[in-house]
């Protein structure tokens, strides 16, 4: 197995055996291994210039001892799992550029179905993967293929500068661990708004393909998508996020005193109209307030009491100068508390 790395199995099994003994000289292993001295004295040599094998002086039949191995071939594994990440990154754009060419000579290429969950689930991440610039997501509850936590390709994205904009229904906040998970994207980068309701499952990366469930969501049966390329389909369902992503409420759930990962317009209603603002406790709840969660499901989101929550409200309604919730509603937006 380790042939991969450059070590051959005659050298690997010398290796063991000098692992066996701790320490032993060449005849030794020869006696051992029952091979030619010329060929031990070889392998030796060979483990010795990859830093597996360490002699105590410079005498050739001096005793031998093993070093460990993932000091020695640990930045050689590094290297070959960075060769074939970027093989992998590069297969995945030949692939984009295959479709793509199909596309532009086959109209029947401009859409492609794939069915089931673990192809739906392979092709979000090699988009992702592949994603240069901004990555759109339509979330709804219940994930049909990849639920939140699952999605570990968007934090490399982010990491490497590509945009994250996500749109979540109301229900899917009411999941158990949902607001952790959610924050953690947001403290990556993302930027993240809430809506009552989601019209499809939607991804859309570098406004050049995207993937869209193909019928409504089925218990138990079997997921199948469409993989959207560049047309006048993909640019409806590009103008489709835009208009959700208009009307959808801000989701803060990051250090309100720090520097935004939106940004703002320049009018008197999204400036504050006085010195008061909510620290971040206060703003994670009225981030779920504003967007319609119920109390009982925020108490549980924020690990407090439902009365906590109530109290809460009730001082913020005060710092508003409002006594309804509606109006405090309201004045979060005019004060740009969020």
Not at 235 to 242: C, I, K, Q, V, Y
Not at 308 to 317: E, G, H, K, S, Y
Request: hydrophobic share 40%; charged share 30%; aromatic share 4%.
């Amino acid at each position: 197995m380790l042939d991969v790395i450059g070590l051959t199995p005659a050298e690997e099994e010398l290796y063991r055996c000098l692992l066996q003994l701790t320490t032993a000289r060449v005849d030794e292993l020869v006696h051992r291994l029952q091979r030619p001295r010329a060929q031990v004295v070889e392998q030796v040599e060979a483990l010795r210039a990859k830093g597996l094998v360490q002699t105590t002086d410079s005498d050739p039949d001096a005793p031998l001892r093993p070093r460990a191995p993932d000091v020695a071939l640990g930045a050689t594994l590094l290297r070959h799992q960075e060769d074939l990440e970027a093989a992998r990154r590069r297969v995945t754009q030949l692939a984009e550029e295959y479709r793509s060419g199909l596309r532009r000579h086959h109209v029947d290429h401009l859409v492609e179905v794939i069915r089931g969950g673990r192809v739906l689930r392979d092709r979000l991440r090699d988009l992702q993967n592949s994603a240069r610039s901004e990555v759109l997501w339509f979330c709804r509850a219940n994930p049909l293929a990849m639920a939140g936590p699952e999605n570990v390709e968007e934090f490399d994205a982010l990491a490497r500068g590509v945009s994250y904009r996500a749109i979540y229904e109301r229900d899917l906040l009411l999941e158990p661990g949902a607001l952790a998970d959610l924050a953690k994207g947001v403290a990556a980068g993302e930027q993240a708004r809430v809506l009552d309701r989601l019209p499809v499952r939607l991804a859309i990366v570098d406004a050049r393909t995207a993937i869209c469930p193909l019928v409504p969501d089925l218990h138990g049966g079997e997921p199948s998508a469409a993989v959207i390329g560049r047309s006048q389909l993909l640019d409806a369902l590009l103008a489709l996020f835009e208009s959700h992503w208009r009307v959808a409420t801000r989701l803060r759930l990051d250090d309100p005193l720090a520097a935004p990962t939106e940004s703002r317009r320049d009018d008197a209603d999204d400036r504050p109209v006085d010195g008061y603002q909510p620290d971040a406790d206060e703003a994670r709840l009225l981030s779920l307030f504003v967007a319609g969660v119920p109390d009982k499901s925020i108490a549980s989101q924020l690990g407090v009491s439902r009365r906590t929550v109530q109290r809460r409200l009730a001082d913020l309604m005060d710092a508003a100068g409002v006594d309804t919730r509606p109006g405090l509603a309201f004045q979060v937006a005019r004060r740009g508390w969020l």
